[in-house]
């Protein structure tokens, strides 16, 4: 609901002169999040991206690239990842598509990860399938 909400700019304006949104978006993450939660902290962070050309350097002073490198590739799953690829390229819910162009750069490197852990997983099920003989 928060979310929803948040998609008014205006409503955006006044939440974000009151709270901290950079810290409010971390706690909201948590530790191990599930995807619906980190999908839907993905696109607070849209939203905010958008609203604000300093919002991804505030939020990196308070470390939040690096928290989402870490904790985004275990809640990992096709909400997740689609939430992800629109705070690449910078589109909100029921934008238009136009020609891509990266929005946000800081989300690569959890998608990255993302990547690894899933290869990684595949990997290991593959030699498992291989030394039990299947």
Not at 44 to 51: E, G, P, R
Not at 76 to 93: K, T
Not at 103 to 111: E, Q, V, Y
Request: hydrophobic share 50%.
């Amino acid at each position: 609901m928060l979310v929803s909400v948040l998609r008014s700019p205006a409503a955006y304006e006044r939440f974000a002169s009151t709270l901290p949104v950079p810290r409010i978006s971390i706690l909201l993450l948590g530790e191990r999040p599930s995807p619906t939660t980190a999908a839907l902290v993905l696109q607070l962070l849209t939203i905010s991206v958008k609203s604000s050309s300093s919002f991804s350097r505030k939020f990196e002073l308070v470390s939040g690239w690096n928290i989402l490198k870490a904790v985004i590739p275990h809640a990992w799953d096709y909400s997740v990842q689609r939430a992800a690829f629109d705070l690449l390229l910078g589109h909100l819910e029921g934008d238009a598509r136009g020609s891509p162009a990266v929005a946000c750069s800081h989300i690569l490197p959890a998608i990255f990860l993302a990547l690894k852990l899933a290869l990684g997983t595949i990997g290991i099920r593959v030699v498992s399938g291989i030394s039990s003989g299947r």
